[in-house]
């Protein structure tokens, strides 16, 4: 216990729980203009505003759909009795939502939200338990077209951003779902050989795959599925090697969405990656994740779910982006891109006896939006520390209003 200005308080309570942290000062302004920056491209697009709630009935995000698993949720129970959690992903909770408030709409819907996700992180590693989403989803159409789109405004979003490397990987969940079935492997050993792709290890494959009875074709793609995506043409590599429609379908559909990128002249952006396999398991199409140069975790990443509407009543194919701002802005900060953040915040300061001059100018420039702090300086106080502050703060100027009236601009 620490003791301050005659109270008793426990220092300890100064800090925050592991997995979770303070934001404030510049780095909040910063992240608050690249979300503007983000959603209003969104708008452009097309994208309007949902709102969904911080936590939810336990069976929104249950395994079976395939999101976070249970003992990655914070969980908690109402008075009720009822076991619920906070948000792990919005995407559940956005078709829970269209599945009850545009039931009947047969045409596409086009919705973006901001909001915090809940992932317990096991020993912490250095990773945030809550984190901040931009996310768009473009539900009621299948075409590869908007997942062109979809793409694009990924690639937009982030050039908006400030940033400048960064490259989106684009695979498709039915390349590898089409590959393991052909193969007749057993669900240990689809589990075992996810984590091996994953973690691009085509030895550990071939390891894997050296007694079984596999196709010779369908062996040699899934042990070249972890570096597949730097052949020269690798879509043609699987399509010579393999039966399954599913496959054959998934690579056409990259193909088809390969053409469609070049329409939007962005294919400069995009890498294959057959080995990619979603983090998701409700993903069933084209998936991808973006990267920047020297960073491990993706900034973006989205894909086509067009099974996972059903399970809340409403039949329709969907495919998303989010945009992981927390990431976004390490990367943002390791490229040492500065974001614009406005330097026109002003301090009007009065005495007593000019409080009605420094309301009328204080009302002015609110009104012509700009920020004013209105602030009566203290007869004992030096204007040289209301200076010091200002700077501290950010600050443009000080209209400093003396005691006969006269308003002078220090600039800072």
Not at 92 to 102: D, F, K, N, T
Not at 384 to 390: I, N, T
Request: charged share 30%; proline share 3%.
């Amino acid at each position: 216990m620490s003791k301050e200005k005659g109270h008793d308080f426990d220092a300890s309570l100064l800090f925050t729980p592991e997995g979770v942290r303070d934001v404030f000062g510049r780095e909040c302004r910063e992240r608050n203009i690249i979300r503007r920056i983000i959603r209003q491209e969104m708008e452009l697009y097309g994208f309007q505003d949902i709102r969904t709630p911080s936590y939810e009935f336990f069976d929104i995000f249950n395994q079976e759909r395939g999101t976070v698993p249970s003992n990655q949720m914070f969980k908690f129970f109402d008075q009720h009795n009822n076991t619920l959690v906070l948000r792990p992903d919005h995407t559940p909770q956005i078709a829970r939502c269209v599945a009850r408030y545009y039931a009947d709409e047969d045409r596409q819907l086009r919705l973006c939200y901001t909001g915090n996700t809940f992932i317990h992180r096991s020993g912490y590693q250095g990773k945030l338990s809550e984190t901040t989403q931009i996310g768009a989803e473009i539900i009621g159409d299948s075409s590869s077209d908007v997942d062109g789109e979809m793409l694009t405004l990924t690639i937009e979003c982030l050039k908006k951003s400030g940033l400048k490397h960064f490259q989106i990987d684009l695979g498709h969940a039915g390349v590898f779902r089409g590959l393991v079935r052909e193969a007749g492997l057993g669900r240990d050993e689809i589990i075992k050989l996810r984590s091996f792709i994953e973690n691009k290890n085509s030895h550990a494959v071939e390891t894997l795959l050296s007694d079984r009875d596999i196709d010779h074709g369908v062996r040699e793609v899934l042990i070249r599925l972890p570096e597949i995506f730097a052949d020269e043409s690798p879509l043609q590599f699987v399509k010579d090697r393999v039966h399954d429609e599913e496959t054959l379908s998934a690579i056409d559909r990259l193909e088809k969405l390969h053409e469609i990128l070049e329409g939007f002249d962005m294919h400069s952006y995009v890498t294959l990656d057959l080995g990619m396999l979603g983090h998701m398991d409700y993903y069933t199409g084209v998936i991808f994740k973006a990267y920047t140069y020297g960073s491990g975790e993706a900034i973006a990443s989205g894909g086509r779910y067009d099974a996972l509407m059903a399970q809340f009543g409403k039949d329709a194919p969907a495919v998303g982006v989010v945009f992981l701002l927390d990431q976004l802005m390490e990367a943002l900060s390791t490229e040492k891109v500065s974001v614009p953040v406005p330097h026109e915040d002003i301090l009007v300061l009065y005495r007593s006896a000019n409080r009605s001059h420094a309301i009328e100018l204080t009302k002015k420039l609110r009104e012509s939006g700009i920020p004013a702090y209105l602030m009566r300086k203290n007869a004992e106080t030096h204007l040289d520390d209301y200076k010091a502050y200002a700077i501290r703060r950010g600050l443009k100027e000080i209209r400093y209003i003396d005691d006969t009236g006269e308003e002078s601009i220090i600039s800072l």
